[in-house]
């Protein structure tokens, strides 16, 4: 599976932004999918996962009401809707995937299979 992670950029406090990530290979549909981050000198930490179905969300605290994630199964494209941006937001935004038919909504990045290459998301003050 590959996945291809987009629209990262240079916003403002406050600003809104969506961010892409498209999948090829693999039935979209089969995926648990996630979006991670990764601070300069900090460790990778998970921002929002959704379901295949997108009928179950995990969200973490720093970005719940500010955040949505969501999924187009039907464009192989899940996509997570960032607004009210802070700068503890500027981090590189990773997508990630996995295959596996869970009952839980995994949140440790060990547990993801797949991973797109990261977009920079950029908060200025």
């Known amino acids: 599976v590959q996945l291809q992670a987009s629209g990262g950029g240079l916003v403002q406090a406050g600003d809104s932004l969506t961010l892409s990530c498209s999948a090829s290979?693999?039935?979209?549909?089969?995926?648990?999918m996630g979006w991670f981050r990764q601070a300069p000198g900090k460790e990778r930490e998970v921002v929002a996962v959704?379901?295949?179905?997108?009928?179950?969300?995990y969200y973490a605290e720093f970005v719940k009401g500010r955040f949505t994630i969501s999924r187009d199964n039907a464009k192989n494209t899940v996509y997570l809707q960032m607004s009210t941006l802070k700068p503890s937001d500027t981090a590189v935004y990773f997508c990630?995937?996995?295959?596996?038919?869970?009952?839980?909504?995994?949140?440790?990045?060990?547990?993801?299979?797949?991973w797109g290459q990261g977009t920079l998301v950029t908060v200025s003050s």
């Open positions: 990630a995937g996995d295959p596996r038919d869970l009952r839980w909504i995994p949140i440790a990045g060990s547990e993801y299979r797949y």
């Open positions: 959704t379901s295949r179905s997108n009928d179950r969300t």
């Open positions: 290979g693999r039935a979209f549909s089969t995926l648990i």
